[in-house]
């Protein structure tokens, strides 16, 4: 099987689970990429699975359409089992570095491919830094948009305009690069000047938010502005009361009214607490 045809298999199968999100909270929800369900409670497919979902159509073509045209180029100089690798590893790279970033935020939760997408646009720019590539109409060289894309991720994190997982892009991005020299060394002495020149922003501006993340108005691991900081044995217990509370009430509802009484998501929570 070739690198084209995985790349296609990679669409196919995201288009079908997005559009199954689309249409069931409940799943969507599960299979999410969230703080706090993979520090707290250890369920690391999330890491995965938040790839093949996204937040609506236009993400989900936009990131699709992307991997389609730069995978292209990608598999012609590598093999199947390298462009997944680097695919998969971009995308959990990319959300490994957002839960560093958020590690305080439990709430904070993401989804969508972009990570591991980034990851096969820069291992693409890292291989031939020289190829051209159409944003939209306008075609530059591949180094040129890998620096103008990186300028815009760092003003999407510094900015927090939208509720656009920027992070994550900049993880994707670093570890596909990395992986694509890894795999193809001769790269980086042939192209050793455009990958300096995406890679010391880049790094320098992970290095920011990681260790001083006042600078960007960020709450992690290292810096909490807003609120003191709780244990993860804190969050655990404080989790567990609480939802210890609302299935006490369902089971007070039933006893009251009957089980027919309850509301989908009252049946769902139940459903779930039970396989605990």
């Given at each position: 099987?070739?690198?084209?045809?995985?790349?296609?298999?990679?669409?196919?199968?995201?288009?079908?689970?997005?559009?199954?999100?689309?249409?069931?909270?409940?799943?969507?929800?599960?299979?999410?990429?969230?703080?706090?369900?993979?520090?707290?409670?250890?369920?690391?497919?999330?890491?995965?699975?938040?790839?093949?979902?996204?937040?609506?159509?236009?993400h989900l073509i936009f990131?699709?359409?992307?991997?389609?045209?730069?995978?292209?180029?990608?598999?012609?100089?590598?093999?199947?089992?390298?462009?997944?690798?680097?695919?998969?590893?971009?995308?959990?790279?990319?959300?490994?570095?957002?839960?560093?970033?958020?590690?305080?935020?439990g709430d904070y939760t993401s989804v969508g491919a972009s990570g591991a997408v980034c990851g096969a646009i820069f291992a693409n720019i890292a291989l031939?830094?020289?190829?051209?590539?159409?944003?939209?109409?306008?075609?530059?060289r591949g180094w040129i948009f890998g620096l103008l894309y990186i300028g815009f991720t760092i003003y999407g994190v510094r900015s927090k305009r939208d509720n656009i997982g920027h992070e994550a892009h900049l993880g994707g991005a670093m570890i596909g690069m990395l992986l694509a020299i890894c795999l193809e060394p001769d790269a980086l002495m042939q192209n050793y000047i455009y990958i300096l020149i995406i890679a010391i922003p880049t790094l320098a501006f992970i290095y920011l938010i990681i260790t001083r993340p006042h600078i960007l108005l960020i709450d992690n691991l290292f810096y909490n502005r807003h609120k003191d900081y709780y244990s993860i044995d804190h969050k655990y217990n404080e989790k567990k009361t609480s939802q210890q509370q609302d299935i006490d009430k369902i089971l007070d509802k039933i006893s009251k009214r009957g089980i027919n009484s309850l509301s989908q998501k009252e049946k769902q929570m139940l459903k779930d607490f039970s396989k605990k």
């Open positions: 099987m070739t690198a084209g045809m995985i790349t296609l298999i990679l669409i196919l199968v995201t288009v079908v689970v997005s559009y199954k999100g689309f249409k069931d909270h409940f799943f969507f929800e599960k299979y999410e990429f969230g703080v706090d369900k993979v520090r707290l409670y250890r369920d690391y497919k999330r890491l995965v699975t938040s790839g093949f979902l996204h937040v609506n159509w236009m990131n699709m359409l992307a991997l389609y045209f730069f995978a292209g180029s990608l598999s012609r100089a590598l093999d199947p089992f390298q462009f997944l690798l680097i695919y998969f590893a971009s995308l959990i790279g990319g959300n490994l570095l957002s839960l560093l970033i958020y590690k305080n935020q031939d830094p020289n190829s051209t590539i159409m944003f939209f109409i306008i075609p530059m």
